[in-house]
């Protein structure tokens, strides 16, 4: 259900003209539909109705309070990694019994934050969390619930960057020393182990890893209640992949189908932690041209938005598929070879590589597609550039979920300096 459509030759998001959007709210802008994130949620809930599911939207995928509360609205809960996240999700709405709190380095003011808020559990990644959580809760009186999660060694056959389940990435506990941390969990009064869980990587377009994944923590929970622990929940993280330009990623359908077949043997309820496949196709990155360079090589097409607003091509070497806002019949003998770059003083600073392309002209819009997932989230004010604003589209209206920084916001916590 994509909501980005050409209308009387320019796009349109929903209902809402992006060239009157520019006009009005400036570049770089990052704009998202509500429709197609709503429909998004209500499309994973139905997949997973037949079985006892909680999602756990992953913040760090898009934490912006607005597009938080609709997804925490749709019965979601938070997968989330800081205290500052955890924050978020509490500001906008997620319930606390519904957050789970990940991370290989939690800080012992997270901890006792979560603590606190009486989250649902931690997922213990590493040995040392056993003492220090049990600690923490003993201080203050709590019981904490946790889950371990294990390190399969299963190749998600995805970018080596976003590969979270080998053996060779720092997550998780490795099945081998899942004996002592056992032990190391039932000697301490302050932690109750609830739970199982595993994530084994990111943008998965093969659900093969992931089946696997699910079969092999379906017999350690058996392995593991058969020692007396009360397990309640399986955790099967998230990292269902999407489209960016050819992928043909699996259905949300087949997706349950495949978790469930692998785990309702366990009469375990089942958590998932969906980030990308909520968000990413939601929003797009909305820049204008700045003026274009020729060189002997190529064109580069100058414009506002930089690595700072979108990081991914240059962390990732990820493929985002870029058009212009007004559309033309051009043909594909006028399309000349393009780089589209953006003005930070860095040869890495490319929103795309390689692209044939019509030349367009100085001023000039560009949309930047699928920039729900880990744009505005991962983005910087690296070369003191404002980060961009997040305006969110419902129907013909829109809100400004996040203003745009001014260049005296940069420096307004380092004037003391000046003194």
Same mark, same amino acid.
């Given at each position: 259900? #994509?909501?980005?459509?050409?209308?009387?030759?320019?796009?349109?998001?929903?209902?809402?003209?992006?060239?009157?959007?520019?006009?009005?709210?400036?570049?770089?802008?990052?704009?998202?539909?509500?429709?197609?994130?709503?429909?998004?949620?209500?499309?994973?809930?139905?997949?997973?109705?037949?079985?006892?599911?909680?999602?756990?939207?992953?913040?760090?995928?898009?934490?912006?309070?607005?597009?938080?509360?609709?997804?925490? !609205?749709?019965?979601?809960?938070?997968?989330?990694?800081?205290?500052?996240?955890? /924050?978020?999700?509490?500001?906008?709405?997620?319930?606390?019994?519904?957050?789970?709190? *990940?991370?290989?380095? =939690?800080?012992?003011?997270?901890?006792?934050?979560?603590?606190?808020?009486?989250?649902?559990?931690?997922?213990?990644?590493?040995?040392?969390?056993?003492?220090? @959580?049990?600690?923490?809760? =003993?201080?203050?009186?709590?019981?904490?619930?946790?889950?371990?999660?294990?390190?399969?060694?299963?190749?998600?056959?995805?970018?080596?960057?976003?590969?979270?389940?080998?053996?060779?990435?720092?997550?998780?506990?490795?099945?081998?020393?899942?004996?002592? +941390?056992? #032990?190391?969990?039932?000697?301490?009064?302050?932690?109750?182990?609830?739970?199982?869980?595993?994530?084994?990587?990111?943008?998965? +377009?093969?659900?093969?890893?992931?089946?696997?994944?699910?079969?092999?923590?379906?017999?350690?929970?058996?392995?593991?209640?058969?020692?007396?622990?009360?397990?309640?929940? @399986?955790?099967?993280?998230?990292?269902?992949?999407?489209?960016?330009?050819? &992928?043909?990623?699996?259905?949300?359908?087949?997706?349950?189908?495949?978790?469930?077949?692998?785990?309702?043997?366990?009469?375990?309820?089942? @958590? @998932?932690?969906?980030?990308?496949?909520?968000?990413?196709?939601?929003?797009?990155?909305?820049?204008?041209?700045?003026?274009? =360079?020729?060189?002997?090589?190529?064109?580069?097409?100058?414009?506002?938005?930089?690595?700072? #607003?979108?990081?991914?091509?240059?962390?990732? &070497?990820?493929?985002?598929?870029?058009?212009?806002?007004?559309?033309?019949?051009?043909?594909? *003998? /006028?399309? *000349?070879?393009?780089?589209?770059?953006?003005?930070?003083? /860095?040869? !890495?600073?490319?929103?795309?590589?390689?692209?044939?392309?019509?030349?367009?002209?100085?001023?000039?819009?560009?949309?930047?597609?699928?920039?729900?997932?880990?744009?505005?989230?991962?983005?910087?004010?690296?070369? *003191?550039?404002?980060?961009?604003? &997040?305006?969110?589209?419902?129907?013909?209206?829109?809100?400004?979920?996040? =203003?745009? /920084?001014?260049?005296?916001? +940069?420096?307004?916590?380092?004037?003391?300096?000046?003194?």
């Amino acid at each position: 259900m #994509d909501q980005f459509q050409v209308k009387a030759g320019r796009y349109f998001c929903e209902a809402v003209d992006l060239t009157q959007l520019a006009k009005t709210e400036g570049t770089p802008a990052y704009v998202y539909s509500r429709a197609m994130l709503r429909h998004h949620c209500e499309s994973l809930r139905a997949a997973f109705q037949g079985y006892p599911t909680q999602a756990c939207f992953a913040v760090k995928a898009l934490s912006n309070l607005s597009v938080l509360k609709e997804i925490f !609205g749709c019965g979601f809960g938070a997968d989330l990694v800081s205290a500052g996240e955890l /924050e978020r999700a509490l500001l906008a709405g997620a319930p606390a019994d519904k957050i789970v709190f *990940s991370g290989v380095g =939690k800080q012992a003011h997270e901890i006792e934050r979560a603590l606190n808020a009486n989250i649902m559990m931690f997922n213990i990644e590493s040995p040392f969390e056993v003492e220090m @959580i049990a600690t923490l809760a =003993k201080t203050m009186g709590k019981v904490a619930a946790v889950s371990i999660r294990v390190n399969p060694n299963i190749d998600a056959q995805t970018n080596a960057k976003i590969t979270t389940g080998l053996y060779s990435t720092k997550f998780g506990i490795a099945e081998h020393d899942l004996p002592a +941390l056992l #032990d190391a969990i039932r000697r301490q009064p302050g932690l109750k182990l609830v739970a199982l869980g595993c994530h084994i990587g990111s943008q998965i +377009l093969d659900l093969n890893p992931l089946r696997d994944a699910a079969r092999q923590m379906a017999g350690l929970c058996q392995s593991v209640r058969q020692l007396g622990f009360e397990l309640k929940h @399986i955790d099967m993280g998230g990292g269902l992949g999407i489209r960016y330009r050819h &992928e043909d990623p699996p259905s949300v359908q087949s997706y349950a189908a495949t978790l469930i077949d692998e785990i309702k043997s366990t009469g375990l309820s089942l @958590i @998932i932690e969906p980030g990308r496949s909520l968000v990413g196709n939601i929003g797009i990155l909305l820049t204008r041209v700045i003026n274009v =360079k020729k060189t002997p090589d190529r064109h580069f097409v100058v414009v506002d938005a930089a690595m700072n #607003d979108l990081v991914r091509p240059t962390l990732y &070497e990820s493929y985002h598929t870029i058009e212009g806002v007004v559309t033309s019949p051009a043909h594909v *003998s /006028e399309r *000349s070879l393009c780089d589209i770059v953006g003005p930070i003083c /860095e040869s !890495g600073d490319y929103l795309g590589k390689d692209r044939l392309m019509t030349l367009p002209n100085p001023g000039d819009l560009l949309m930047v597609r699928g920039c729900g997932a880990y744009a505005a989230s991962m983005a910087s004010q690296y070369n *003191s550039r404002p980060r961009a604003p &997040e305006l969110l589209v419902d129907g013909g209206a829109y809100k400004v979920a996040r =203003k745009r /920084e001014t260049l005296a916001s +940069l420096w307004a916590d380092e004037n003391d300096g000046l003194g």
